[in-house]
Each structure stands twice: as C-alpha cells, then as structure tokens.
C-alpha cells in the first residue's frame, strides 16, 4: 500500500497556473506507476497525466495534452503537475494515485480542489 499527501491546489483566474505536488511513502522509482486524476463536479473521476511502466512513459488525457506537465522529482520523492492556461473546465478535485505493481489496486490521496474562476 503507499500513502499519498497531495498540495498545491486553490483558485486561479482562467489562464493562470498551478503547480500540484504528490508525496508517496515509497520512493518514486519504486512504483509501477504514479500520476494525476481530477473528478469535476457532477462527473466521474478522469485521468489528467500519469508516468507508468518499468520505463516510466508519461501518459496524458487529449485534454490537457501542451498545458500540463507531469514531473517526477527523485531528490525530493515528489511527483508534480505543472498546470498552464487553465481554463473553467479544468475546475476539480485532482488526485494522486499509485501502484505499487502493474496489477496492484491504485491508492489514492486526500484530493486537493483546483477552482478555475474569473
């Protein structure tokens, strides 16, 4: 099982950015995979961007795909979401989640809001 601590999120005007930052219990480079999810209000929970596999491809969803960036930071065993131009839509809850092995069930932190609002 891996603990997860998410920060970072708040309120920004539209075109603005944030930064999201996930602190793992295990060290990074020891999951199979470990990324972002968001959950706007009244939809089901999406993928945003995750690293995943021995490799560590990074994957994102169409959506965010030249706004966001997925970064993983060894030193400080974080993993983070650089999120630029945002927009309304991109108003959510964001969760971090991992898997310890490729057929582990994810684990999931706290959530953290990110509110996208003239």
């Known amino acids: 099982q891996v603990h997860l601590v998410e920060s970072g999120g708040g309120l920004v005007q539209p075109g603005g950015s944030l930064r999201l930052s996930c602190a793992p219990s295990r060290s990074v480079s020891s999951l199979y995979s470990i990324g972002w999810s968001r959950q706007p209000p009244g939809y089901p929970r999406e993928l945003v961007a995750v690293f995943e596999g021995p490799s560590g491809t990074s994957i994102y969803a169409d959506s965010v795909k030249g706004r966001f960036t997925i970064t993983r930071n060894n030193a400080n065993n974080t993993v983070e979401l650089q999120m630029n131009s945002l927009k309304p839509e991109d108003t959510a809850v964001y969760y971090c989640?991992?898997?310890?092995?490729?057929?582990?069930?994810?684990?999931w932190g706290q959530g953290t809001q990110v509110t996208v609002s003239a």
């Open positions: 989640n991992a898997r310890l092995l490729s057929f582990s069930m994810p684990d």
